[in-house]
């Protein structure tokens, strides 16, 4: 994650140099600080999608960890009454896996269709 931050700092410094030498050029160079201005912004936004998909990823894994260790009656604090009935870790894991299945299979496009006659 540092090298992700890292980088997302450096593509930015770069940015801030290309609009500097966009500002300070004058006559026919202005194009070339322009283009130059342009490609340091896409990478700037590239190391900044990056970044959000990695905090994506971590708050999925942090989520999926709370609901594990609240079904599990593992949650902070010790054992904590549940309205619902205890979950085994191994079905908690079947169903994430069988839900995460069936939303891969929705992705792919919608479900074909038997006509029964």
């Not at 990478?43 to 900044?48: D, R």
Request: one cysteine or more; aromatic letters at 4%.
């Amino acid at each position: 994650m540092d090298t992700t931050i890292e980088a997302m700092s450096r593509e930015y410094e770069e940015l801030v140099a290309a609009a500097m030498e966009v500002v300070e050029q004058s006559g026919g160079r202005s194009g070339t600080g322009l283009e130059k201005f342009k490609q340091r912004w896409q990478l700037f936004m590239a190391s900044c999608d990056k970044a959000e998909g990695m905090v994506e990823l971590a708050r999925r894994r942090i989520t999926a960890d709370h609901v594990m260790d609240m079904a599990s009656g593992m949650a902070p604090g010790g054992l904590v009454e549940l309205p619902l009935p205890h979950i085994s870790i191994p079905h908690l894991e079947q169903v994430i896996h069988t839900v995460n299945s069936l939303t891969g299979n929705l992705q792919q496009g919608p479900l074909p269709v038997h006509k029964v006659d």
